[in-house]
């Protein structure tokens, strides 16, 4: 058997990470493990942000301590996961995951047909070089070894780094089929870095693209959580456009996205998400997904309206509904985000329209869902260039309808056809 070829090893006087850079609760454990004579590195994202001079978003620790010894050194850990089980090490306001090497995936244990690659099950432990060429992306598998506080590259991590690559680790058209979501992170972590996509590991996304349908909607929808979260959504949706993943995991995205969709084009929106992620505060889950679906509800109402037909409100919510309900089919969500995207989506089209009484008004800024529809009416505001003097009269509303004073009594309802149609702003 060819010997495997040596580790790249960056002494501490090499590499950029001081060990005061990483958290109190990745400092401790750390040292805790080290302590009590177990190998312990720190791997991933972190190690891959602080080399890049990047503030890490969270830690992950490796060790060679089984869960079961890892939560016995720390009072304050609990044991999660059932297909492969790691210990959160909860610290104020931090969490370090810890997790034991593993090794690779025990073939008798996998439930697959014939010629099907997806992982299953993989609880084996492991070597450090076998913990590493299970992680997805060559930048996503360095250690930072607690003992030396050297740095440690088993797979080219790296030079790709230098080279501002993200490579897949082996061959990626096994470990897509593996897991086809290592393509939705590809376009992620290219988008959130600035990186290239490695020609290859770029070829087998759109290769095997058709397998995002085989990909678990739950780790699917958290993906795109992130994505949206990270601030570069918009050079990550032209990273799932490149790939051809655009088409296959978000045709409601797909298809306003290019030149030929001209002010709907999708890239615009994202360039405002963006803006308004870095901005701050944190934007809510609700107005994340239902960004996505803004276009088609514009679109769908535009097309109900036509000719300036005066189309009754329970059908605008019925195209909310149907458009909520075919997101929410693919991507498995709970019904309480669907039921926020709805109740956003809902009154989006309501601050849509002028209101008829300052009842209505009331009423409208006093729904929970108020805040997430004025995040989208303000998106797409900036995104088409109307409606600005709409959503300011909505924020002066906002700003002088009391919040803890209940609505005013309804008057007896009298029933009224209303032959106007409802004035639009947007
Ligand atoms: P972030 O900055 O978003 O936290 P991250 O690289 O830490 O980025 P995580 O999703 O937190 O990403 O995952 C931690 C590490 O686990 C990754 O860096 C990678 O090494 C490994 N990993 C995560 N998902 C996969 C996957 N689908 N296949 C193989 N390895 C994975
Ligand atoms: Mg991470």
């Known amino acids: 058997m060819e010997a495997p070829a040596p580790a790249t090893v960056l002494p501490r006087s090499r590499h950029p990470i001081a060990s005061r850079q990483l958290s109190n609760g990745a400092q401790k454990v750390l040292r805790r493990l080290r302590q009590s004579g177990r190998n312990a590195c720190l791997v991933g994202g972190s190690v891959r942000d602080l080399m890049l001079g990047r503030r890490p978003k969270d830690y992950d620790v490796v060790t060679d301590a089984r869960p079961e010894d890892v939560r016995r050194l720390f009072r304050n850990s609990r044991i999660i996961g059932r297909r492969f089980r790691l210990v959160h090490v909860l610290f104020a306001g931090e969490v370090v995951e810890v997790s034991t090497f593993r090794g690779a995936p025990d073939p008798d244990a996998q439930r697959r047909s014939a010629g099907e690659l997806l992982v299953t099950s993989d609880n084996t432990y492991g070597t450090p070089r076998q913990d590493a060429f ?198 498995a969500l709970s019904a309480a985000r669907r039921s926020g995207m709805k109740k956003a989506l809902d009154t989006f089209q309501r601050l849509c329209e002028e209101p008829r009484s300052s009842r209505t008004v009331q009423s409208l800024v006093r729904r929970d869902a108020f805040g997430p529809a004025f995040e989208l009416f303000a998106l797409l505001t900036a995104a088409t260039g109307g409606g600005a003097e709409a959503l300011e009269a909505w924020r002066r509303r906002a700003e002088t309808v009391p919040a803890d004073q209940p609505p005013r009594a309804a008057p007896r309802r009298r029933r009224r056809r209303r032959r106007r149609p409802r004035r639009r702003h947007l």
């Open 134 to 331: 299970r992680r997805d992306f060559t930048v996503n598998a360095l250690l930072y070894r607690a003992s030396d506080r050297a740095v440690v590259d088993y797979v080219g991590g790296i030079q790709d780094l230098e080279r501002r690559s993200l490579r897949v680790i082996g061959d990626p058209n096994v470990r897509y089929r593996e897991d086809p979501v290592r393509m939705l992170r590809a376009c992620e972590f290219a988008a959130r870095l600035d990186f290239e996509i490695e020609e290859e590991t770029l070829g087998a996304a759109f290769a095997h693209r058709r397998d995002m349908a085989k990909a678990s909607p739950h780790r699917l929808v958290e993906e795109l959580l992130q994505l949206l979260s990270s601030g570069r959504s918009a050079a990550a949706f032209d990273w799932m456009g490149r790939s051809g993943l655009l088409p296959v995991v978000l045709p409601e995205v797909d298809e306003v996205s290019g030149p030929s969709s001209g002010a709907n084009s999708f890239s615009n929106l994202a360039r405002l998400l963006d803006e308004r992620v870095r901005a701050g505060p944190e934007v809510p889950t609700a107005v994340l997904l239902s960004s996505l679906l803004l276009p088609r509800v514009v679109v769908g109402r535009d097309r109900l309206e036509t000719g300036g037909a005066r189309v009754h409100r329970r059908r605008l919510q019925q195209l909310v509904d149907d458009v909520v309900a075919d997101f929410g089919e693919r991507f």
